[in-house]
């Protein structure tokens, strides 16, 4: 059970949809949305790719859309549905600010059985871009949860790190994976191979999601994954205690006392099966200058970059050791931070 399950909005979700007492909300949730998924591709289908899939879904919400290129295309796409009559597009150039990557809005003029009833703009401007293919699903994912799409209060936005934002996170990364299309995809490329690779996932990704970016690809894969795997992404920051003392104002007489960042585990995910076998890297720990990850964020000059190493080289900053294990790091540089997945060897 996940932090979620725990969240008031999550259970008022799962208590409306009549989903209370079925397991965890999240895990419900999710599997109601899926659940009408299959029913439509049953009665519509079948289907071979996730666009045909992304295709059927949005033509049985009435749903089309618009992909935002640049602040030009922004301005012309307002005016477009402005002359169609719908005035709350004028809204559309504050509600795609810095932190928002999509918003969807229903339209006034169009009937309700109109094929473009809903409009989901997607902004694809600068590094927006990347997460365009997540961001469909995540607005999809708000009328999936709904019985009757019309019930949606619009516009609905893909910003906010609330509750219910998240939960249309976890739907959108399991819809927009669809089981009969990932699975099969990411068996055959695991078929051969003793553990999960950037290789694999750049294969299930060129094979069958495009579109989709690296990272939401290999977080599909590793929470498929029946093995233990933990993904950790790398950056410089503060230890948390003196993130606090900053953040309240404290000052240091001099300067060479100030604390200065270091390489830590931003974000740490186990999947299940690490989670099961207690293969634990703590969130926010200092990286050694031994381990792959440290390597190639300040070493290397590729951006690659593999090896193995024992987890009891990991010191927390009491001293404490991380279990004596030995694993696979594999590591690839990003934007200046370092992702890697972690497995053990067995």
């Given at each position: 059970m996940s932090r979620l399950d725990d969240e008031p909005d999550v259970i008022e979700q799962a208590r409306r949809l009549r989903l209370a007492g079925h397991?965890?909300?999240?895990?419900?949730?999710?599997?109601?949305?899926?659940?009408?998924?299959?029913?439509?591709?049953?009665?519509?289908?079948?289907?071979?790719?996730?666009?045909?899939?992304?295709?059927?879904?949005?033509?049985?919400?009435?749903m089309v859309f618009e992909e935002v290129e640049s602040d030009e295309g922004l301005a012309a796409l307002i005016r477009k549905y402005i002359l169609l009559g719908e005035g709350v597009f004028a809204y559309l150039k504050h509600d795609l600010d810095g932190d928002t990557f999509g918003a969807t809005y229903r339209r006034s003029t169009a009937a309700p059985d109109a094929p473009d009833r809903l409009v989901a703009i997607i902004d694809c401007r600068g590094d927006k871009g990347a997460r365009r293919f997540f961001t469909r699903w995540h607005e999809v994912a708000h009328f999936l949860v709904e019985p009757d799409p019309e019930e949606v209060e619009t516009p609905v936005h893909r910003a906010s790190d609330s509750p219910l934002e998240r939960l249309m996170d976890e739907i959108a990364?399991?819809?927009?994976?669809?089981?009969?299309?990932?699975?099969?995809?990411?068996?055959?490329?695991?078929?051969?191979?003793?553990?999960?690779?950037?290789?694999v996932v750049e294969a299930v990704r060129g094979q069958c999601f495009p579109d989709a970016s690296f990272q939401a690809t290999l977080f599909a894969c590793h929470r498929r994954l029946m093995t233990p795997v933990v993904y950790v992404e790398a950056e410089e920051r503060l230890k948390a205690e003196h993130e606090r003392q900053i953040k309240g104002g404290v000052q240091w007489l001099f300067e060479e006392a100030r604390p200065e960042a270091q390489l830590r585990a931003a974000q740490v995910v186990p999947n299940a099966a690490a989670q099961r076998a207690k293969l634990f890297i703590a969130p926010n720990m200092r990286i050694p200058s031994s381990s792959v990850i440290h390597r190639l964020f300040f070493d290397s000059l590729g951006s690659e970059d593999t090896g193995r190493e024992n987890l009891n080289t990991?010191?927390?900053?009491?001293?404490?050791?991380?279990?004596?294990?030995?694993?696979?790091?594999?590591?690839?540089?990003?934007k200046g931070r370092v992702v890697a997945i972690v497995q053990p060897v067995t």
């Open positions: 397991g965890n909300p999240v895990q419900a949730i999710v599997g109601h949305c899926l659940d009408r998924i299959r029913r439509w591709v049953q009665s519509d289908g079948p289907v071979a790719t996730i666009g045909q899939l992304e295709a059927l879904v949005t033509r049985r919400l009435r990364a399991h819809a927009g994976f669809y089981e009969p299309i990932f699975g099969p995809a990411f068996d055959r490329e695991m078929a051969s191979r003793p553990r999960l690779t950037f290789q990991w010191e927390h900053s009491g001293g404490k050791r991380l279990a004596d294990q030995e694993v696979w790091v594999e590591a690839k540089k990003v």
